[in-house]
């Protein structure tokens, strides 16, 4: 009557042990480590940098106990944060600012467990300790940004128009466009009013000089700097998130302002240079003149030129070329990057633009046939020409191609870079704040301390209660605990001082559904019901009660963590999947081990509950 079939036992031995294992990786520990990755795109770490990295550690008098390539980043592990500071400034020395010399803690799961993608928690910033930036936003250097594109955008139209124009300039908090005369400053300014209804448009006619005023007005300024901080941080999502920084908390405060908290990462230095990792592309116009490359060459370049360099060929070597300063298309009119391959089959970034970006590109591919055009990846301030090629024809649709000296993984690099995209503003660093690890041993310490001391209390409250019952359910409840864990593990769930406390509620929830299923066995009891019928009918009933409450709390459990954020968020998390365990262990796990306690004999008179 009480009895599980083999194959339910076989399943319960094969969750626990599944369990048991991703749960180990926990108790294993972090070991100080020093961080090897590339400063820039065009700077790549390879497995040859392990061997490099480790000698330089070694010349320094601390030698690593770990080394190994991994993600794109070389890893260094040392026996103590003494010599895992050594070493980072010996390597930083001898590698130099192309590199990314960072301070870091990896798990010393070992390779069997890891093989299994069997990984500890991740812990938040409250527990694991991190950085923290209170960054500002320069809304001059947004509003010039947005001067600048609508001068492009100025000639575009007038060029589109027809309209003979002199000078466009931008000046302060204003553009300004040099006419002719009357009759082309009336022309401009119907179709610059037609085109830039959100600015305003003067008209200025003094003493022979015609000239219009482009402006924004007090709505469309305020609006424009609100768009510049969700861009940033909307951008600043991207690059975290592609970084795979755990659980970045990024939002604004007050008016220009973002917080950014990125637990796990102990050196500020990797932090900023994650957040100042954006790249964009720029489109400008190749400038063939020898004669003016060579006076470039000789360090007179022409007003309105810029000298770059150009990577050509499998040995990436760099050629100078002369661009024009003025430039076509920028990556904010990308709205894709993926990496591929072209028609010889060779790697490269094909790139997806929107309406705008689209019109801007096929216009500038019609009028530049037979002149080259350079694809410029800017990055951290510094210009690159990936690719200058010579266009051929026009080019519609929207999508465009990147290729040039580069290799897979560059194309996935440049790739991701460019998806991340651009910031609409630069931003300064105003408050900065590094939460070291100790603060988050001495929390995991008390919350560790608290659960163990309620489950503690709980275990032996039921074991005097209930008896046999109540040693069952502590049982339960302590594979509910182990399952709970180990589905955050395997998931990647960030654990905060908020999710402990999740977990102490976990163990409420779960005990009170044991407490359930006894009190309705007891019932059973007294009205006369035999053992057997008593426990069947016990759990029978108390299911579908446990089952409601629990669909109840989930819902309430979903709604945070659909609409909440942070530290509510990590709640929520927890929350919910211990909702989860609760039920098949409350339930499932306790069943079967009171059926291997009484559901075998036969001559059953008394239940110790």
């Known amino acids: 009557m009480n009895r599980y079939p083999l194959w339910k036992y076989i399943l319960l031995a094969v969750t626990i042990l599944v369990a048991t294992l991703y749960t180990l990786p926990n108790f294993f520990g972090e070991s100080p480590a020093v961080q090897v990755s590339s400063g820039r795109v065009t700077v790549k770490v390879s497995e040859a940098m392990v061997q490099q990295a480790t000698q330089i550690a070694t010349r320094a008098g601390v030698t690593p106990i770990d080394a190994y390539f991994e993600a794109g980043?070389?890893?260094?592990?040392?026996?103590?944060?003494?010599?895992q500071i050594k070493a980072k400034d010996a390597?930083?020395?001898?590698?130099?600012?192309?590199?990314v010399i960072a301070l870091n803690l990896v798990s010393d799961t070992p390779a069997w467990?890891?093989?299994?993608?069997?990984?500890?928690?991740?812990?938040?910033?409250?527990?694991?300790?991190?950085?923290?930036?209170?960054?500002?936003?320069?809304?001059?250097?947004?509003?010039?940004?947005?001067?600048e594109k609508t001068a492009g955008d100025i000639r575009r139209e007038?060029?589109?128009?027809?309209?003979?124009?002199g000078k466009i300039s931008k000046e302060r908090d204003r553009v300004e466009v040099q006419?002719?005369?009357a009759e082309t400053l009336a022309a401009a300014s119907k179709a610059l009013r037609d085109t830039l209804a959100n600015l305003k448009v003067d008209s200025v006619n003094t003493d022979g000089n015609y000239k219009l005023v482009v402006t924004y007005p007090e709505a469309a300024l305020l609006q424009l700097k609100n768009d510049a901080v969700k861009q940033n941080i909307?951008?600043?999502?991207?690059?975290?998130?592609?970084?795979?920084?755990?659980?970045?908390?990024?939002?604004?405060?007050?008016?220009?302002?973002?917080?950014?908290?990125?637990?796990?990462?102990?050196?500020?230095?990797?932090?900023?240079d994650i957040l100042g990792r954006t790249a964009t592309l720029e489109v400008r116009l190749v400038e063939d003149d020898q004669a003016k490359l060579a006076e470039a060459l000789n360090g007179n370049v022409p007003a309105g030129y810029e000298l770059?360099?150009?990577?050509?060929?499998?040995?990436?070597?760099s050629v100078p070329i002369l661009l024009r300063k003025e430039v076509e298309l920028t990556g904010e009119n990308i709205n894709d990057a993926q990496a591929g391959f072209d028609e010889q089959n060779a790697p490269a970034v094909h790139l997806g633009l929107d309406s705008i970006g689209a019109s801007i590109f096929k216009d500038l591919t019609r009028e530049n046939v037979n002149k080259r055009i350079a694809m410029i990846l800017v990055e951290k301030g510094k210009g690159e020409v990936v690719t200058a090629p010579v266009v051929r024809g026009e080019i519609g649709g929207g999508r465009v191609q990147i290729s040039g000296s580069m290799d897979v993984t560059e194309a996935n690099d440049t790739a991701l870079l460019l998806r991340a995209g651009s910031l609409a503003a630069p931003m300064e660093i105003v408050e900065e704040r590094t939460i070291g690890p100790s603060l988050g041993k001495e929390n995991i310490s008390k919350g560790f301390n608290s659960t163990l001391y309620g489950f503690a209390a709980i275990a032996i409250f039921m074991m005097i209660y209930y008896r046999v019952f109540g040693v069952v359910s502590t049982i339960a409840l302590g594979a509910n605990l182990l399952f709970l864990i180990a589905l955050l593990s395997l998931l990647g769930v960030t654990l905060t001082l908020p999710g402990i406390a999740a977990i102490a509620l976990t163990l409420g929830m779960a005990i009170d559904s044991n407490v359930l299923i006894n009190e309705r066995v007891r019932e059973e009891l007294r009205d006369g019901m035999s053992p057997q019928m008593a426990i069947q009918n016990g759990y029978k009933h108390a299911f579908d009660t446990i089952l409601d409450s629990n669909i109840t709390t989930l819902i309430a459990g979903l709604a945070l963590l659909i609409f909440g954020s942070g530290a509510v968020r990590g709640f929520a998390w927890v929350h919910c999947l211990g909702i989860m365990t609760s039920m098949f262990s409350a339930v499932f796990v306790s069943r079967a081990l009171i059926n291997l306690v009484y559901g075998y004999r036969h001559r059953l008179t008394t239940l110790a509950v």
Not at 120 to 137: I, K
Not at 309 to 314: A, H, L, Q, V, Y
């Open 234 to 272: 909307t951008t600043l999502h991207n690059r975290v998130n592609e970084l795979g920084v755990a659980e970045p908390v990024i939002q604004q405060q007050g008016e220009g302002r973002i917080v950014v908290q990125l637990p796990g990462v102990q050196d500020t230095a990797k932090a900023k």
């Open 91 to 99: 390597i930083q020395t001898a590698l130099g600012s192309d590199y």
């Open 158 to 165: 007038l060029k589109d128009k027809k309209v003979r124009y």
């Open 73 to 83: 980043s070389v890893k260094l592990r040392f026996k103590d944060t003494d010599s």
């Open 308 to 317: 770059m360099t150009e990577r050509r060929g499998s040995t990436g070597e």
């Open 113 to 147: 467990l890891a093989k299994l993608h069997a990984k500890p928690m991740v812990l938040g910033l409250d527990l694991r300790g991190g950085v923290h930036f209170l960054l500002e936003v320069d809304m001059k250097a947004a509003v010039d940004k947005a001067l």
């Open 179 to 181: 006419l002719r005369d």
